[in-house]
Protein backbone atom coordinates (compact mmCIF):
# COMPACT_ATOMS: atom_id res chain seq x y z
CA UNK A 1 0.00 0.00 0.00
CA UNK A 2 3.18 2.20 0.06
CA UNK A 3 2.28 3.67 3.60
CA UNK A 4 5.11 3.39 6.63
CA UNK A 5 4.27 0.79 9.07
CA UNK A 6 5.41 0.08 12.60
CA UNK A 7 7.30 -2.99 13.21
CA UNK A 8 6.18 -5.31 16.02
CA UNK A 9 9.88 -7.42 15.83
CA UNK A 10 8.91 -10.51 17.95
CA UNK A 11 12.42 -11.95 17.74
CA UNK A 12 13.76 -8.62 20.00
CA UNK A 13 12.47 -9.45 23.62
CA UNK A 14 10.50 -6.75 25.02
CA UNK A 15 11.18 -7.12 28.10
CA UNK A 16 14.96 -6.08 29.06
CA UNK A 17 16.86 -6.30 32.29
CA UNK A 18 16.52 -2.14 32.76
CA UNK A 19 12.78 -2.17 31.47
CA UNK A 20 12.43 -5.16 34.35
CA UNK A 21 14.07 -3.15 37.03
CA UNK A 22 11.67 -0.56 36.21
CA UNK A 23 8.50 -2.31 36.58
CA UNK A 24 10.23 -3.65 39.60
CA UNK A 25 10.80 -0.60 41.28
CA UNK A 26 7.01 0.06 40.26
CA UNK A 27 5.63 -2.89 41.72
CA UNK A 28 7.29 -2.17 45.38
CA UNK A 29 6.53 1.38 45.10
CA UNK A 30 2.36 0.04 44.52
CA UNK A 31 3.12 -2.24 47.57
CA UNK A 32 5.18 -0.32 50.20
CA UNK A 33 3.03 2.25 52.33
CA UNK A 34 -0.31 0.87 51.93
CA UNK A 35 -1.18 0.67 56.11
CA UNK A 36 0.85 4.16 56.53
CA UNK A 37 -1.86 6.34 56.37
CA UNK A 38 -5.32 5.46 57.73
CA UNK A 39 -8.27 5.33 55.73
CA UNK A 40 -9.97 8.76 53.93
CA UNK A 41 -13.70 8.85 54.24
CA UNK A 42 -14.93 7.22 51.01
CA UNK A 43 -12.55 4.53 51.64
CA UNK A 44 -14.07 3.78 54.72
CA UNK A 45 -17.48 3.93 52.97
CA UNK A 46 -16.06 0.88 50.43
CA UNK A 47 -15.00 -0.96 53.95
CA UNK A 48 -18.67 -0.34 55.79
CA UNK A 49 -20.16 -1.78 52.94
CA UNK A 50 -18.01 -5.00 52.66
CA UNK A 51 -18.33 -5.69 55.85
CA UNK A 52 -22.34 -6.62 55.49
CA UNK A 53 -23.44 -10.20 54.41
CA UNK A 54 -23.74 -10.78 50.70
CA UNK A 55 -27.36 -10.04 50.42
CA UNK A 56 -27.03 -6.48 52.00
CA UNK A 57 -23.64 -5.32 50.16
CA UNK A 58 -25.82 -6.17 46.70
CA UNK A 59 -28.82 -4.25 48.56
CA UNK A 60 -26.80 -1.20 49.45
CA UNK A 61 -24.91 -0.81 46.60
CA UNK A 62 -28.42 -0.76 44.54
CA UNK A 63 -29.43 2.24 46.76
CA UNK A 64 -25.92 3.70 46.05
CA UNK A 65 -24.31 5.13 42.99
CA UNK A 66 -21.54 2.15 42.53
CA UNK A 67 -21.89 -1.57 40.68
CA UNK A 68 -21.40 -4.09 42.49
CA UNK A 69 -17.88 -6.11 41.91
CA UNK A 70 -15.33 -4.30 43.31
CA UNK A 71 -17.18 -3.78 46.70
CA UNK A 72 -18.38 -7.95 46.33
CA UNK A 73 -14.24 -8.53 45.54
CA UNK A 74 -13.48 -6.58 48.83
CA UNK A 75 -15.72 -8.35 51.07
CA UNK A 76 -14.96 -11.68 49.99
CA UNK A 77 -11.22 -10.15 50.75
CA UNK A 78 -12.03 -8.68 53.85
CA UNK A 79 -13.97 -11.31 55.21
CA UNK A 80 -10.92 -14.15 54.52
CA UNK A 81 -7.96 -11.61 55.50
CA UNK A 82 -9.72 -9.12 57.96
CA UNK A 83 -10.11 -5.59 57.46
CA UNK A 84 -6.88 -3.97 58.70
CA UNK A 85 -6.26 -0.73 56.39
CA UNK A 86 -3.14 -2.58 54.35
CA UNK A 87 -5.26 -5.22 53.73
CA UNK A 88 -8.36 -3.93 52.61
CA UNK A 89 -5.92 -1.98 50.14
CA UNK A 90 -4.09 -4.74 49.18
CA UNK A 91 -6.70 -5.82 46.08
CA UNK A 92 -6.05 -2.31 44.60
CA UNK A 93 -2.43 -2.78 44.35
CA UNK A 94 -3.00 -5.92 42.70
CA UNK A 95 -4.76 -4.48 40.36
CA UNK A 96 -2.34 -1.54 39.71
CA UNK A 97 0.24 -4.34 39.14
CA UNK A 98 -1.98 -6.08 37.16
CA UNK A 99 -2.75 -3.24 34.98
CA UNK A 100 1.17 -3.09 34.25
CA UNK A 101 0.90 -6.40 32.42
CA UNK A 102 -2.21 -5.54 30.52
CA UNK A 103 -0.40 -2.85 29.25
CA UNK A 104 3.03 -4.19 28.74
CA UNK A 105 0.70 -6.83 26.47
CA UNK A 106 -1.38 -3.42 24.63
CA UNK A 107 1.69 -1.86 23.60
CA UNK A 108 3.62 -5.05 22.24
CA UNK A 109 0.27 -4.97 19.79
CA UNK A 110 0.67 -1.48 18.31
CA UNK A 111 3.75 -0.16 19.08
CA UNK A 112 7.25 -0.46 17.84
CA UNK A 113 9.69 -2.60 21.15
CA UNK A 114 11.68 0.82 21.88
CA UNK A 115 8.57 3.09 21.95
CA UNK A 116 6.32 0.42 23.72
CA UNK A 117 9.22 0.28 26.75
CA UNK A 118 9.50 4.07 27.07
CA UNK A 119 5.32 4.08 27.68
CA UNK A 120 5.73 1.27 29.84
CA UNK A 121 7.99 3.26 31.93
CA UNK A 122 5.64 6.34 31.94
CA UNK A 123 2.45 4.32 33.14
CA UNK A 124 4.32 2.27 35.16
CA UNK A 125 6.42 5.11 37.00
CA UNK A 126 3.03 7.16 37.15
CA UNK A 127 1.84 8.70 40.20
CA UNK A 128 -1.35 8.93 40.07
CA UNK A 129 -1.28 5.32 38.97
CA UNK A 130 0.22 4.27 42.00
CA UNK A 131 -1.47 6.57 44.14
CA UNK A 132 -5.08 5.04 43.39
CA UNK A 133 -3.28 1.66 43.90
CA UNK A 134 -2.75 2.65 47.79
CA UNK A 135 -7.03 3.15 47.65
CA UNK A 136 -9.23 0.89 48.20
CA UNK A 137 -11.36 1.95 45.87
CA UNK A 138 -12.81 0.96 42.91
CA UNK A 139 -10.52 3.37 40.55
CA UNK A 140 -7.12 0.32 39.66
CA UNK A 141 -9.72 -2.13 39.10
CA UNK A 142 -11.08 0.88 36.65
CA UNK A 143 -8.02 1.07 34.93
CA UNK A 144 -7.03 -2.43 34.86
CA UNK A 145 -10.09 -3.26 32.83
CA UNK A 146 -9.24 -0.43 30.90
CA UNK A 147 -5.94 -1.48 29.50
CA UNK A 148 -7.04 -4.86 29.43
CA UNK A 149 -9.72 -4.26 27.36
CA UNK A 150 -7.80 -2.02 24.84
CA UNK A 151 -5.58 -4.99 24.69
CA UNK A 152 -7.84 -7.72 23.23
CA UNK A 153 -9.68 -4.49 21.13
CA UNK A 154 -6.77 -4.26 19.23
CA UNK A 155 -5.28 -7.51 18.86
CA UNK A 156 -8.80 -8.77 17.65
CA UNK A 157 -9.05 -6.10 15.02
CA UNK A 158 -5.73 -7.79 14.03
CA UNK A 159 -6.64 -11.02 14.03
CA UNK A 160 -9.99 -11.74 14.50
CA UNK A 161 -10.83 -14.84 16.30
CA UNK A 162 -13.16 -16.66 19.63
CA UNK A 163 -10.85 -16.84 22.13
CA UNK A 164 -10.10 -12.87 22.10
CA UNK A 165 -13.76 -12.32 21.32
CA UNK A 166 -14.86 -14.16 24.19
CA UNK A 167 -11.89 -12.37 26.44
CA UNK A 168 -13.27 -8.93 25.36
CA UNK A 169 -16.70 -10.53 26.38
CA UNK A 170 -16.09 -11.18 29.75
CA UNK A 171 -13.83 -8.17 30.61
CA UNK A 172 -16.44 -5.85 29.20
CA UNK A 173 -18.94 -7.03 31.46
CA UNK A 174 -16.40 -6.95 34.55
CA UNK A 175 -15.44 -3.53 33.41
CA UNK A 176 -19.25 -2.51 33.52
CA UNK A 177 -19.66 -3.85 37.12
CA UNK A 178 -16.96 -2.37 38.30
CA UNK A 179 -17.30 1.39 37.34
CA UNK A 180 -20.21 3.16 34.94
CA UNK A 181 -17.17 5.19 33.39
CA UNK A 182 -15.53 1.79 31.88
CA UNK A 183 -18.42 2.01 29.52
CA UNK A 184 -16.98 5.14 27.95
CA UNK A 185 -14.46 2.62 26.65
CA UNK A 186 -16.66 0.44 24.70
CA UNK A 187 -17.80 3.82 22.82
CA UNK A 188 -13.96 4.59 21.93
CA UNK A 189 -13.59 1.18 20.49
CA UNK A 190 -16.44 1.30 18.59
CA UNK A 191 -15.59 5.21 16.80
CA UNK A 192 -11.91 4.14 16.60
CA UNK A 193 -13.57 0.78 14.05
CA UNK A 194 -15.52 3.71 12.56
CA UNK A 195 -12.49 5.94 11.74
CA UNK A 196 -10.63 3.18 10.39
CA UNK A 197 -13.31 1.97 8.16
CA UNK A 198 -13.65 5.45 6.70
CA UNK A 199 -9.89 5.83 5.95
CA UNK A 200 -9.38 2.14 4.64
CA UNK A 201 -7.38 0.90 7.25
CA UNK A 202 -9.25 -2.35 7.97
CA UNK A 203 -8.16 -5.28 5.02
CA UNK A 204 -10.48 -7.70 6.74
CA UNK A 205 -13.47 -4.93 7.32
CA UNK A 206 -16.63 -6.84 7.53
CA UNK A 207 -14.77 -9.91 9.95
CA UNK A 208 -13.60 -7.49 11.86
CA UNK A 209 -16.67 -4.87 12.51
CA UNK A 210 -18.40 -8.10 13.16
CA UNK A 211 -15.99 -9.37 15.90
CA UNK A 212 -15.54 -6.23 17.60
CA UNK A 213 -19.39 -5.06 17.37
CA UNK A 214 -20.83 -9.06 18.74
CA UNK A 215 -18.12 -8.63 21.55
CA UNK A 216 -18.92 -5.18 23.16
CA UNK A 217 -23.49 -5.95 22.47
CA UNK A 218 -22.84 -9.49 24.24
CA UNK A 219 -20.66 -7.72 27.10
CA UNK A 220 -23.53 -5.46 27.66
CA UNK A 221 -26.19 -7.71 27.50
CA UNK A 222 -24.36 -9.68 30.11
CA UNK A 223 -24.68 -6.31 32.08
CA UNK A 224 -28.19 -5.74 31.63
CA UNK A 225 -29.34 -7.34 34.99
CA UNK A 226 -27.78 -4.51 36.66
CA UNK A 227 -29.65 -1.74 34.44
CA UNK A 228 -32.48 -1.38 36.85
CA UNK A 229 -30.23 -0.38 39.37
CA UNK A 230 -28.14 1.90 36.96
CA UNK A 231 -31.45 3.89 36.22
CA UNK A 232 -32.89 4.05 40.35
CA UNK A 233 -29.35 5.16 40.46
CA UNK A 234 -29.53 7.69 37.53
CA UNK A 235 -32.89 9.33 39.11
CA UNK A 236 -31.26 9.76 42.80
CA UNK A 237 -28.74 11.57 41.69
CA UNK A 238 -29.90 15.09 40.87
CA UNK A 239 -28.28 18.92 41.50
CA UNK A 240 -27.10 17.76 45.26
CA UNK A 241 -24.33 15.69 43.66
CA UNK A 242 -20.90 16.67 45.25
CA UNK A 243 -18.98 17.57 41.95
CA UNK A 244 -19.27 20.92 40.51
CA UNK A 245 -20.25 21.99 37.22
CA UNK A 246 -17.25 21.99 34.97
CA UNK A 247 -15.84 24.68 32.33
CA UNK A 248 -14.03 24.20 29.49
CA UNK A 249 -10.59 24.80 31.60
CA UNK A 250 -11.46 21.16 32.81
CA UNK A 251 -10.80 19.12 28.93
CA UNK A 252 -7.25 21.00 29.42
CA UNK A 253 -6.71 20.24 33.20
CA UNK A 254 -7.43 16.67 33.61
CA UNK A 255 -5.16 15.41 31.11
CA UNK A 256 -2.27 17.48 32.77
CA UNK A 257 -2.96 16.17 35.76
CA UNK A 258 -2.98 12.17 34.61
CA UNK A 259 0.68 13.07 33.06
CA UNK A 260 3.48 10.70 34.42
CA UNK A 261 5.11 13.27 37.59
CA UNK A 262 2.03 15.68 38.01
CA UNK A 263 -0.32 15.70 40.96
CA UNK A 264 -3.60 14.56 41.60
CA UNK A 265 -6.39 17.05 41.07
CA UNK A 266 -6.96 18.01 45.16
CA UNK A 267 -3.36 18.73 45.39
CA UNK A 268 -2.49 22.56 46.80
CA UNK A 269 -0.56 24.01 46.24
CA UNK A 270 1.39 23.15 43.42
CA UNK A 271 5.14 21.40 43.99
CA UNK A 272 8.05 22.11 42.46
CA UNK A 273 7.98 18.42 40.57
CA UNK A 274 4.53 19.69 39.61
CA UNK A 275 6.40 22.18 37.92
CA UNK A 276 8.89 20.43 36.49
CA UNK A 277 6.66 17.73 34.78
CA UNK A 278 4.73 20.84 33.54
CA UNK A 279 8.61 22.19 31.83
CA UNK A 280 9.30 18.52 30.98
CA UNK A 281 6.21 18.20 28.67
CA UNK A 282 6.55 21.61 27.34
CA UNK A 283 9.78 20.96 25.89
CA UNK A 284 8.51 17.87 24.60
CA UNK A 285 5.96 19.85 22.66
CA UNK A 286 8.43 22.41 21.72
CA UNK A 287 11.36 19.98 20.69
CA UNK A 288 8.23 17.79 18.42
CA UNK A 289 6.95 20.88 16.83
CA UNK A 290 10.56 21.92 15.63
CA UNK A 291 11.21 18.80 14.19
CA UNK A 292 8.32 18.87 12.45
CA UNK A 293 8.69 22.49 10.97
CA UNK A 294 12.51 21.98 9.67
CA UNK A 295 14.04 23.57 12.63
CA UNK A 296 15.83 20.59 14.73
CA UNK A 297 17.21 17.40 13.08
CA UNK A 298 15.44 14.25 14.44
CA UNK A 299 15.93 10.78 15.35
CA UNK A 300 15.37 7.80 13.82
CA UNK A 301 11.57 6.97 12.89
CA UNK A 302 10.10 4.74 15.25
CA UNK A 303 11.64 1.07 13.79
CA UNK A 304 10.99 -0.31 10.76
CA UNK A 305 7.62 -1.96 8.57
CA UNK A 306 5.72 -5.09 9.69
CA UNK A 307 3.02 -5.49 6.64
CA UNK A 308 1.13 -7.42 8.09
CA UNK A 309 0.46 -4.95 10.65
CA UNK A 310 -3.14 -3.07 10.88
CA UNK A 311 -1.46 -0.59 13.55
CA UNK A 312 0.51 1.68 11.88
CA UNK A 313 1.44 5.05 12.98
CA UNK A 314 -1.48 6.91 11.98
CA UNK A 315 -4.08 4.29 13.66
CA UNK A 316 -2.12 4.11 16.37
CA UNK A 317 -2.02 7.60 16.06
CA UNK A 318 -6.06 7.86 15.70
CA UNK A 319 -6.48 5.33 18.74
CA UNK A 320 -4.43 6.91 21.34
CA UNK A 321 -6.11 10.40 20.58
CA UNK A 322 -9.52 9.19 20.64
CA UNK A 323 -9.11 7.40 23.86
CA UNK A 324 -7.56 10.46 25.57
CA UNK A 325 -10.64 13.00 23.85
CA UNK A 326 -13.98 11.01 23.73
CA UNK A 327 -14.12 10.20 27.35
CA UNK A 328 -13.73 13.49 28.27
CA UNK A 329 -15.70 15.05 25.94
CA UNK A 330 -18.56 12.65 26.20
CA UNK A 331 -18.31 13.67 30.42
CA UNK A 332 -18.37 16.99 29.86
CA UNK A 333 -21.71 17.37 27.91
CA UNK A 334 -23.10 14.93 30.39
CA UNK A 335 -22.00 17.59 33.36
CA UNK A 336 -23.00 20.68 31.26
CA UNK A 337 -27.02 19.26 30.22
CA UNK A 338 -27.16 16.75 33.24
CA UNK A 339 -25.31 15.96 36.20
CA UNK A 340 -21.75 17.34 36.97
CA UNK A 341 -19.41 13.97 36.53
CA UNK A 342 -16.47 15.37 35.00
CA UNK A 343 -13.45 14.45 38.13
CA UNK A 344 -10.43 13.00 37.60
CA UNK A 345 -10.75 9.51 39.13
CA UNK A 346 -14.13 9.00 37.08
CA UNK A 347 -11.96 9.82 33.76
CA UNK A 348 -8.67 7.17 34.41
CA UNK A 349 -10.38 5.71 31.81
CA UNK A 350 -8.43 7.99 29.79
CA UNK A 351 -5.52 8.01 31.56
CA UNK A 352 -3.10 4.95 29.57
CA UNK A 353 -3.85 6.59 26.46
CA UNK A 354 -1.46 9.73 27.66
CA UNK A 355 1.96 7.83 28.18
CA UNK A 356 1.29 5.56 24.41
CA UNK A 357 1.36 10.01 23.12
CA UNK A 358 3.81 10.68 25.14
CA UNK A 359 5.73 7.59 23.66
CA UNK A 360 5.15 8.57 20.24
CA UNK A 361 5.85 12.25 21.19
CA UNK A 362 9.53 11.03 22.65
CA UNK A 363 10.19 8.43 19.61
CA UNK A 364 10.22 12.00 17.59
CA UNK A 365 12.57 13.80 18.83
CA UNK A 366 16.67 13.75 18.56
CA UNK A 367 18.26 10.69 20.30
CA UNK A 368 20.11 12.31 22.50
CA UNK A 369 17.33 14.68 23.86
CA UNK A 370 15.30 12.00 23.85
CA UNK A 371 17.27 10.34 26.27
CA UNK A 372 17.61 13.02 28.71
CA UNK A 373 14.23 13.78 28.85
CA UNK A 374 13.28 9.80 29.66
CA UNK A 375 15.66 10.22 32.30
CA UNK A 376 14.18 13.25 33.35
CA UNK A 377 10.55 12.13 33.25
CA UNK A 378 11.67 9.06 35.22
CA UNK A 379 13.18 11.75 38.02
CA UNK A 380 10.50 13.71 37.87
CA UNK A 381 8.14 10.37 38.78
CA UNK A 382 10.16 9.12 41.22
CA UNK A 383 10.82 12.33 42.92
CA UNK A 384 6.84 13.44 42.90
CA UNK A 385 6.12 9.63 44.11
CA UNK A 386 8.65 10.87 47.39
CA UNK A 387 6.32 13.88 47.73
CA UNK A 388 3.28 11.84 47.78
CA UNK A 389 4.39 9.03 50.15
CA UNK A 390 4.86 11.43 52.90
CA UNK A 391 2.42 14.91 51.86
CA UNK A 392 0.02 13.48 49.36
CA UNK A 393 -2.97 11.85 51.11
CA UNK A 394 -5.86 12.69 52.52
CA UNK A 395 -5.79 13.39 56.02
CA UNK A 396 -6.28 11.05 57.95
CA UNK A 397 -8.40 10.26 61.56
CA UNK A 398 -7.32 7.31 62.29
CA UNK A 399 -4.24 8.69 64.91
CA UNK A 400 -6.43 11.19 66.25
CA UNK A 401 -8.76 8.76 67.33
CA UNK A 402 -6.49 6.27 68.53
CA UNK A 403 -5.55 9.73 70.93
CA UNK A 404 -8.79 10.57 71.92
CA UNK A 405 -10.06 7.45 72.84
CA UNK A 406 -7.30 7.54 75.94
CA UNK A 407 -7.86 10.32 77.05
CA UNK A 408 -11.89 10.29 76.40
CA UNK A 409 -14.35 10.00 79.17
CA UNK A 410 -17.82 9.17 79.29
CA UNK A 411 -19.44 13.00 79.56
CA UNK A 412 -17.30 14.35 76.48
CA UNK A 413 -19.17 15.77 73.68
CA UNK A 414 -18.00 15.91 69.89
CA UNK A 415 -18.02 18.62 67.42
CA UNK A 416 -16.68 18.04 63.99
CA UNK A 417 -15.56 20.93 61.39
CA UNK A 418 -16.63 19.29 58.93
CA UNK A 419 -19.54 17.37 60.51
CA UNK A 420 -19.63 14.66 58.22
CA UNK A 421 -16.39 13.52 59.59
CA UNK A 422 -17.91 11.87 62.36
CA UNK A 423 -18.17 8.71 60.85
CA UNK A 424 -14.63 8.49 60.31
CA UNK A 425 -13.72 9.06 63.40
CA UNK A 426 -15.89 6.77 64.85
CA UNK A 427 -14.62 3.98 62.29
CA UNK A 428 -11.46 4.20 64.29
CA UNK A 429 -12.35 4.98 68.09
CA UNK A 430 -14.89 1.87 67.58
CA UNK A 431 -17.54 4.19 69.65
CA UNK A 432 -21.47 3.99 68.58
CA UNK A 433 -22.24 6.79 66.24
CA UNK A 434 -25.16 7.61 69.33
CA UNK A 435 -22.11 8.96 71.56
CA UNK A 436 -20.86 10.80 69.28
CA UNK A 437 -22.55 14.39 69.62
CA UNK A 438 -22.50 17.35 67.09
CA UNK A 439 -22.28 20.56 68.81
CA UNK A 440 -25.45 22.33 69.67
CA UNK A 441 -26.28 24.61 72.33
CA UNK A 442 -26.71 24.34 75.19
CA UNK A 443 -23.84 22.30 76.27
CA UNK A 444 -24.17 21.99 79.70
CA UNK A 445 -24.52 17.88 79.96
CA UNK A 446 -20.97 17.96 78.98
CA UNK A 447 -18.17 18.32 81.21
CA UNK A 448 -15.43 18.50 77.85
CA UNK A 449 -16.09 19.07 74.31
CA UNK A 450 -13.65 17.44 71.75
CA UNK A 451 -13.23 19.55 68.78
CA UNK A 452 -11.90 17.63 65.73
CA UNK A 453 -10.91 19.83 62.96
CA UNK A 454 -10.03 18.02 59.82
CA UNK A 455 -7.74 19.61 57.77
CA UNK A 456 -5.86 22.50 59.89
CA UNK A 457 -7.41 26.14 59.67
CA UNK A 458 -10.65 25.07 58.26
CA UNK A 459 -12.80 25.07 61.94
CA UNK A 460 -15.45 27.05 62.05
CA UNK A 461 -14.79 30.09 64.73
CA UNK A 462 -18.03 30.26 66.33
CA UNK A 463 -17.55 27.05 67.99
CA UNK A 464 -14.89 28.74 69.95
CA UNK A 465 -17.31 31.58 70.58
CA UNK A 466 -20.06 29.69 72.08
CA UNK A 467 -17.54 27.36 74.39
CA UNK A 468 -16.40 30.41 75.72
CA UNK A 469 -19.62 32.05 76.37
CA UNK A 470 -20.85 29.23 78.41
CA UNK A 471 -17.86 28.70 80.51
CA UNK A 472 -15.24 26.21 78.54
CA UNK A 473 -11.82 27.35 78.30
CA UNK A 474 -8.78 25.66 75.55
CA UNK A 475 -6.91 22.96 77.85
CA UNK A 476 -5.20 20.75 74.74
CA UNK A 477 -4.23 21.99 71.33
CA UNK A 478 -2.36 18.73 69.38
CA UNK A 479 -1.53 18.79 65.62
CA UNK A 480 -1.66 15.18 63.52
CA UNK A 481 -0.21 16.30 60.07
CA UNK A 482 -3.27 17.69 58.88
CA UNK A 483 -5.86 17.18 61.66
CA UNK A 484 -6.07 19.04 64.53
CA UNK A 485 -7.62 17.95 67.87
CA UNK A 486 -8.40 20.70 70.51
CA UNK A 487 -10.08 19.81 74.11
CA UNK A 488 -12.26 22.45 75.97
CA UNK A 489 -13.19 21.64 79.20
CA UNK A 490 -15.05 23.78 82.25
CA UNK A 491 -14.38 23.88 85.74
CA UNK A 492 -11.18 21.10 86.55
CA UNK A 493 -12.23 19.06 83.45
CA UNK A 494 -8.35 18.92 82.25
CA UNK A 495 -6.89 15.99 80.51
CA UNK A 496 -6.56 12.41 82.53
Not at 455 to 474: H, I, P, T, Y
Request: with cysteine; aromatic share 10%.
Amino acid sequence: MGRKQHSVNHAAPFLTPALCAVIGVAVLLRLVGLDAFGLWNDEIMSVMVARRPLGEVLARLMADVHPPLYFLVLSAWGKLTGFGDGMVRLPSAVFGISAIGAFVWLVRAILPIRVGRVATILFALSSLQIYYSHEARPYSLLVLWTVLSMALFVRLVQRPGRRLAAGLVLVTAAGLYSHYFFGLVPLVQASIVCLALAIGQLPQARQQTMHVALSLAVGGLLFAPWLPSLFRQLGSVGDQFWVPEPDLVWLVKIPWMFLGATRPAWAEPATLWHHGATALVALVILLVAGRRLGIIRGGDDPDTTDSSSVWDKRLVLILAVTWLALPMLVAFVWSIFRTPVLTPRNLLVVSPALPILLALAWAAVPPRASAVLLAAAIGLGLGNQVHFSTNGHYPSLREPAAYVAVQRRDRDGFVFDPPRQRSEFSYYEKVPISRIEKFDAPVSRFGRIWQVVYKAGEWNDSVARNLSLQGFRLVEHREFDQVVVILWARGGGGLR
